[in-house]
Structures are given as C-alpha cells and as structure tokens.
C-alpha cells in the first residue's frame, strides 16, 4: 500500500503481459524521441514525416504533438512557467505509457525548460529516452513563422513567447541534434532518416 502525491491508500495492479511480450509482437522496442526546440524549428514536420517513414517501415509509432494536445489533455493550462511544467511533466507520463505499451512515442513540444525534459528523461529505462534538439537560429524560425506567432510577439500581442521574451534552454547533451550545415538547413527527409538511421542502430526497429 502507497502513499503517491495526493492519492492515498493505492496498489500497483500488476499486468499479466508484460512490455516484453507486447514489444515482440509489434517486433520493436518501445522508447520516446523526445523532440525539442524554438517555435517553428521544425518539430512537428520531423515527427509526423518519422511517424510516417516508421509507419512505411511497418513500425508502431504515436506523435504527441504540444499544439494538439492542447486542444484536449492540456487545454486547461496556459503559458506560465508553471503551466509549461505541468504541461510537460502530463506528457512525459503519457509519453511513457505509450513506450510501456511498446510503441515508439514521439513527442513534439518547445519544451523550454531544462529540468522539466530531464524529469521526463528520468521516467524512462536507460537509452530509451532519445532527445532530439532542433537546433535552428532564432531568425530562421521567425523568419519562417507560419502562424504568425514571432509578429504577434514582436508586436507584443502575445506575452512570454518563448525565444522572444522567454527563455529556452537548449540541451546540454542529448542524442540526436539537427542543425545548418554550411548555412543549410537539412531538409525534412535527411532530419527523418538521420532519427529512422539512429533508432535502427540502437536496436529499437526490432525486438
Ligand atoms: N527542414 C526544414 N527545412 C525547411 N523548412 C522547414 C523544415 N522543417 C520545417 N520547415 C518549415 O518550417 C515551418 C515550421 O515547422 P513546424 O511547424 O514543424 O515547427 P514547430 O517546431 O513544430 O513549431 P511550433 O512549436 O510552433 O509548433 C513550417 O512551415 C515547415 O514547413
Ligand atoms: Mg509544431
């Protein structure tokens, strides 16, 4: 019997099948990528073109993407700092209920915070944590600006927008970084294959 925050009085209920025997099944291992950075880095293009190539490749993968799931789990937080926490610390535990469940969640959020990704991070067994920093310079993301969220800030329409007027902390290590090469921005397909090439050297595309 535990104690666990606020819940008092509980049991861990164990399950009769284990992750072993879900992951053979789907032939994979399930892990989180984890991708970070700046607004209009280029989050959400590189998880839903991994999901799809995953997909192509007969893998099991979900995106848990911050925009949509501010449309249903997290709509009740907004952009305080402590908000952003809860909003991460959600995603991380729903991000390791879907690696348990043996998929490979990818989980597309600024995530500005430091300590809050490494909070995630902790949750999960060893390697099976890939973070992903989308390392773009600020001007190209605001030079990209497809929802016009960098002029609203400029402007000074939106308050605490991340990277104008609230910080981002970019990872000190992680896996997997994506950035200019010679002042060129890989295109989606090279960010998707060098994450898809990485997951398949580590062992995750099949169990
Ligand atoms: N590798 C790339 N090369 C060129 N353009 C890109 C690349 N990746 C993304 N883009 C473009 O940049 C814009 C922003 O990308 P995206 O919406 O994926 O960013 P995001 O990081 O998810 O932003 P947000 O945090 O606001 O959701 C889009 O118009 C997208 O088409
Ligand atoms: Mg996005």
């Not at 909070?119 to 890939?130: G, H, Q």
């Amino acid at each position: 019997m535990a104690t666990i925050g606020n819940s008092t009085n509980i049991f861990w209920h164990e399950s009769p099948v284990g992750k072993a025997e879900r992951q053979k099944l789907l032939n994979q291992q399930g892990c989180v990528v984890w991708i970070t950075g700046l607004s209009g880095s280029g989050k959400s293009t590189l998880a839903y073109s991994l999901n799809r190539e995953l997909h192509t490749r007969g893998k099991l993968s979900y995106v848990l993407d911050g925009d949509n799931l501010r449309h249903g789990l997290n709509k009740n937080l907004g952009f305080a700092a402590e908000d952003r926490t809860e909003n991460i610390r959600r995603v991380g535990e729903v991000a390791k209920l879907f690696a348990d469940a043996g998929l490979i969640c990818i989980a597309s959020l600024i995530s500005p915070y430091g300590k809050d990704r490494d909070a995630c991070r902790a949750l999960m067994p060893d390697k099976s944590f890939i973070e992903v920093f989308m390392n773009m310079p600020l001007e190209i993301c605001e030079g990209r600006d497809p929802k016009g969220l960098y002029k609203l800030a400029r402007a000074g329409k939106i308050k605490g927008f991340t990277g104008i007027d609230d910080p981002y902390e970019p990872p000190l290590s992680c896996e997997i970084e994506i950035k200019q090469k010679d002042g060129i921005c890989p295109t989606p397909p090279e960010m998707t294959t060098e994450v898809a090439t990485y997951l398949e050297d580590s062992g995750f595309l099949q169990a």
